[in-house]
């Protein structure tokens, strides 16, 4: 079979090794929307003389860079995760279980592109899920929603999703694209 792509197998190696990096864009969560990297190490550019800078910031956007609203500077957002889960299943189709990777970048875990989007899937999804304690990632601090016993089984599909700690932010009713979590589970081994 055929596979039309841009990337080839020794230029892909080198991207996932960022991608799969927990110091980079790997969360526990998912994939920031940006490097970690750039917390201390911001992207800069002139611009008529003047300086901008940009940051990574995992959750909701602490500057009035492009009017305040931009979300993009770390946070995990499902679309993206998904075309990313998608795309490692297409190369995977075509290279086959002999395209392996360390997930997390540097760890003794290497899988192949098929088992690292199940564990991208795992990590979204798990933001949903109770941990040992009995509390969601998505709903953070909010002990309302961890506790009451109208709410705690009333999953909100944030809009995004804080990049260090999973928390939802955003539109609470974002059904859309965050709704992506149900294929997520279907697909995953035992789904």
């Known amino acids: 079979h055929y596979h039309l792509a841009i990337v080839g197998r020794e230029k892909l190696g080198r991207i996932l090794e960022r991608v799969f990096d927990a110091s980079e864009f790997l969360s526990d969560y998912g994939l920031r929307s940006l490097s970690r990297f750039h917390a201390q190490h911001p992207f ?6 003047e300086v901008y800078k940009v940051r990574y910031e995992p959750a909701e956007s602490t500057t009035g860079l492009f009017g305040g609203n931009s979300n993009w500077r770390g946070p ?8 990313v889960i998608e795309t490692l ?6 290279y086959g279980d002999s395209f392996k990777v360390q997930v997390p ?8 592109l098929d088992g690292a989007a199940d564990e991208l899937s795992r990590r ?4 949903f899920l109770k941990d040992d304690d009995g509390r969601r990632p998505v709903f953070g601090e909010k002990t309302y929603f961890q506790t009451d016993p109208y ?10 999703f804080h990049g260090d700690n999973g928390v939802g932010i955003g539109a609470s009713h974002q059904t859309g694209w965050t709704a992506l979590v149900a294929i997520l589970i279907h697909e995953l081994p035992g789904g």
């Open 44 to 49: 800069e550019c002139m611009v008529n003389g």
């Open 124 to 127: 979204l999804v798990s933001i």
């Open 105 to 112: 970048t540097g760890s003794a875990s290497t899988l192949t």
């Open 89 to 94: 299943r297409k190369y995977h189709h075509h």
């Open 76 to 83: 995990i957002w499902f679309p993206i995760n998904y075309l």
């Open 151 to 160: 709410w705690s089984e009333q999953l909100l599909f944030y809009e995004y």
